[in-house]
């Protein structure tokens, strides 16, 4: 949403592309934009775009003076936020917009790095590791989200981490934390996760169950593993999924759903990349 005109409106005046996010705090929308004439626009919130083909947009400054600018596929824009911009849509343009929740900034600038000056926004043009994790999220709205709560909270903690180094975005003095979870923590998180493994698992779920914050518990629970929140489920569910595959009244699609995969594609997709075979084709060694 945006206040355009002096209305609170929609971003743009295109339909809304494909699902829904299922992240309440990460919001993804894909636009396919026409033209259009001069507006004012305010966005209240912090804001992404991801241009998806080359287009062109105008923009004018208080004083009048009118700039063109060519936005190329992949360049990534870190809107301004609260602030009235006036341009103008001078060809068609494809857009994911992501909308990041302030809760998510603020867990990051704890952990984030204290720098004298924050990089300048403009970079973000140029900013590879936005448009990669930008990218990963269009295929994966594309695909109907088959990833899931947690693939989608690990994107937006690692989109938050990137933002804070910017100029404009919210920022604190860090924390300082050693070493990784304590491994109480770690044994309970483990517990969590194979207690819920057919369930839809979120990133704020598993903090809240060992009392950090998101960020806080990313960054301890990558120090102790080794790998990521989402990537250490994903391995749980493939070994719990090894398990059931021994039992041939399990069908494929029973296993994947008790694995707590949505779909039989996601299913075998994941399983081919740990494994290194299919699940029918891991079953018949056994």
Same mark, same amino acid.
């Given at each position: 949403?945006?206040?355009?005109?002096?209305?609170?409106?929609?971003?743009?005046?295109?339909?809304? &592309?494909?699902?829904?996010?299922?992240?309440? *705090?990460?919001?993804?929308?894909?636009?396919?934009?026409?033209?259009?004439?001069?507006?004012?626009?305010?966005?209240?919130?912090?804001?992404?775009?991801?241009?998806? =083909?080359?287009?062109?947009?105008?923009?004018?400054?208080?004083?009048?003076?009118?700039?063109?600018?060519?936005?190329?596929?992949?360049?990534?824009?870190?809107?301004?936020?609260?602030?009235? &911009?006036?341009?103008?849509? *001078?060809?068609?343009? *494809?857009?994911?917009?992501?909308?990041?929740?302030?809760?998510?900034?603020?867990?990051?600038?704890?952990?984030?790095?204290?720098?004298?000056?924050?990089?300048?926004?403009? =970079?973000?043009?140029?900013?590879?590791?936005?448009?990669?994790?930008?990218?990963?999220?269009?295929?994966?709205?594309?695909?109907?989200?088959?990833? +899931?709560? %947690?693939?989608?909270?690990?994107?937006?903690?690692?989109?938050?981490?990137?933002?804070? =180094?910017?100029?404009?975005?919210? /920022? /604190?003095?860090?924390?300082?934390?050693?070493?990784? !979870?304590?491994?109480?923590?770690?044994?309970?998180?483990?517990?969590?996760?194979?207690?819920?493994?057919?369930?839809?698992?979120?990133?704020?779920?598993?903090?809240?169950?060992?009392?950090?914050?998101?960020?806080?518990?990313?960054? %301890?629970?990558?120090?102790?593993?080794?790998?990521?929140?989402? &990537?250490?489920?994903?391995?749980?569910?493939?070994?719990?999924?090894?398990? !059931?595959? +021994?039992?041939?009244?399990?069908?494929?699609?029973?296993?994947? !759903?008790?694995?707590?995969? /949505?779909?039989? &594609?996601?299913? *075998?997709?994941?399983?081919?990349?740990?494994?290194?075979?299919?699940? /029918?084709?891991?079953?018949?060694?056994?």
């Amino acid at each position: 949403m945006a206040v355009r005109d002096g209305e609170t409106k929609p971003l743009y005046d295109s339909d809304l &592309q494909g699902l829904h996010s299922p992240s309440p *705090s990460l919001l993804i929308e894909k636009h396919e934009v026409r033209p259009t004439d001069w507006q004012a626009v305010t966005i209240p919130d912090q804001v992404l775009s991801l241009y998806l =083909r080359r287009c062109s947009v105008e923009y004018k400054s208080c004083s009048g003076d009118c700039h063109s600018l060519t936005r190329t596929k992949g360049s990534v824009v870190i809107e301004k936020r609260a602030c009235e &911009q006036q341009f103008r849509w *001078s060809s068609h343009a *494809s857009t994911l917009t992501v909308r990041l929740s302030d809760a998510a900034l603020e867990q990051a600038a704890e952990v984030a790095p204290l720098a004298d000056n924050g990089v300048p926004t403009e =970079r973000a043009n140029r900013d590879m590791h936005l448009s990669s994790l930008l990218f990963a999220l269009e295929r994966e709205r594309v695909h109907g989200y088959p990833a +899931g709560r %947690l693939f989608l909270d690990g994107i937006e903690q690692a989109l938050a981490a990137i933002l804070v =180094r910017y100029d404009g975005i919210a /920022r /604190r003095a860090p924390q300082v934390y050693k070493g990784g !979870l304590a491994p109480y923590r770690m044994k309970r998180v483990t517990e969590f996760i194979h207690a819920h493994l057919e369930d839809e698992i979120t990133l704020e779920e598993l903090a809240q169950d060992v009392g950090l914050s998101a960020s806080h518990f990313c960054s %301890l629970f990558r120090k102790t593993s080794g790998t990521t929140p989402h &990537q250490f489920v994903l391995h749980c569910r493939i070994q719990h999924a090894k398990t !059931l595959l +021994g039992k041939s009244s399990n069908s494929i699609l029973d296993v994947a !759903l008790a694995s707590g995969f /949505r779909t039989h &594609q996601h299913f *075998s997709r994941i399983f081919r990349r740990q494994v290194g075979i299919s699940p /029918r084709a891991y079953r018949l060694q056994l």
